[in-house]
């Protein structure tokens, strides 16, 4: 099969990392661990109760700590790795799980819990502590104007040109554990399809988006995921055997 690709394209989101023991968004009722998404996911909520936003995030970073990546973040890095082509990873996650897991480059289109984002400069900068009214912006030093670095609903999604450029280039797309309910991430599988590329969804159900899927393959990611990335690389070594 492996012969027929050359470059692929991977998107993640919450459900490569519920093996992990980071919850999903929509799993309850639109409520992310008991606050409602747009209290604590929006600039509004942001504005309205920055204490409260703050420490949702201060304690979603800290639980960072206590997760381990999984055999789909392994399996992922792998191919990244092993594929004798090109792998771009683009995921909504903000966990860093897979870095942990060994993927050489990911396109964090959403942010990242271990980054501060100052409202002042513009800077982005690593946090892996708590923020609050007494953070200071290690460039510009003003005190009070970090805020998680993380991309809300109304806000523009970070290395946009970047995925389009990948997904222009895909000849293989594969999206895994995402609802497909949030653009525009939702919208990649149907530019990679417009660009020519076979499309995969590993979930364990169907997703928003999945009637503009060739295959779908059913199952927890840390299952499925590992079995379909050794097919792949068994049978690219098959078919170009080195000495
Ligand atoms: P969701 O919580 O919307 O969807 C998670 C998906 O993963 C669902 O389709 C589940 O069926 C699937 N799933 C759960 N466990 C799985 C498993 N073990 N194996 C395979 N699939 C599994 O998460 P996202 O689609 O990532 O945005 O949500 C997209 C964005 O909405 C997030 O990045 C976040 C959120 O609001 C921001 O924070 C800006």
């Known amino acids: 099969m492996s012969a027929r690709f050359s470059r692929i394209v991977i998107l993640t989101g919450a459900g490569v990392s519920a093996e992990s023991g980071v919850p999903t968004f929509r799993a309850s009722d639109g409520l992310w661990e008991n606050h409602r998404i747009e209290d604590v996911a929006s600039p509004e909520g942001f504005a309205r109760d920055p204490a409260l936003v703050q420490h949702f995030y201060n304690l979603r970073r800290a639980a960072l700590k206590t997760v381990q990546p999984n055999p789909a973040h392994l399996a992922i890095a792998r191919l990244q790795r092993e594929f004798d082509g090109e792998v771009t990873l ?17 396109l964090h289109m959403h942010g990242e819990l271990l980054s501060a984002l100052c409202l002042q400069c513009g800077q982005r900068s690593s946090w892996d502590g708590g923020l609050g009214a007494d953070s200071i912006c290690r460039k510009c030093r003003h005190d009070g104007t970090l805020r998680p670095d993380i991309v809300w609903f109304g ?89």
């Open 155 to 243: 806000e523009m999604p970070y290395l946009q040109d970047e995925c389009l450029e990948a997904l222009h280039r895909a000849d293989l797309f594969l999206a895994i554990g995402t609802s497909g309910r949030v653009y525009p991430a939702a919208g990649f599988v149907a530019i990679a399809k417009r660009a020519g590329a076979h499309a995969i969804e590993f979930n364990l159900e169907p997703s928003d988006v999945s009637r503009d899927f060739d295959e779908h393959i059913s199952g927890p990611a840390g299952v499925e995921v590992p079995k379909w990335v050794d097919g792949l690389l068994k049978d690219s070594n098959r078919q170009d055997p080195r000495p």
């Open 90 to 106: 683009i995921t909504q996650n903000v966990d860093d799980l897979h870095e942990r897991g060994g993927s050489p480059e990911v």
